[in-house]
């Protein structure tokens, strides 16, 4: 079992930044790759950035170059959010894979324009 909260969403104007974080704790061991995504209103779930035990990073397209991924031995996983964009508005996710996956209850980032 893996648990996974999520911490630092919150309102930001266009153009600013937040880092998220996601604490791990269990069998933090069997953790094979973690990843953040995001699900907007009206929308469906979508992957934001995954990373590997061996540092592999993957963005959205939406996301490159504006967004970073990060992890600490997997403890804990950072999304650090620059240049941010209304459409960035979502709840946030954390998930981690470790034979199934687990996600942790989402935070909200909202951006105004």
């Known amino acids: 079992q893996v648990q996974l909260v999520e911490s630092g969403g919150g309102l930001v104007q266009a153009g600013g930044s937040l880092r998220l974080s996601c604490a791990a704790s269990?069998?933090?061991?069997?953790?094979?790759?973690m990843g953040w995504y995001r699900q907007a209103p009206g929308k469906e779930r979508e992957l934001v950035a995954t990373i590997t035990g061996g540092g592999v990073t993957n963005y959205a397209d939406s996301v490159k170059g504006r967004f970073t991924i990060s992890v600490n031995n997997f403890n804990t996983m950072y999304l650090q959010m620059n240049s941010l964009k209304p459409e960035d508005t979502a709840v946030y996710y954390c998930a981690a894979r470790a034979g199934i996956d687990y996600w942790g209850q989402g935070t909200q980032v909202t951006v105004s324009s």
């Open positions: 269990g069998s933090i061991s069997s953790i094979g790759a």
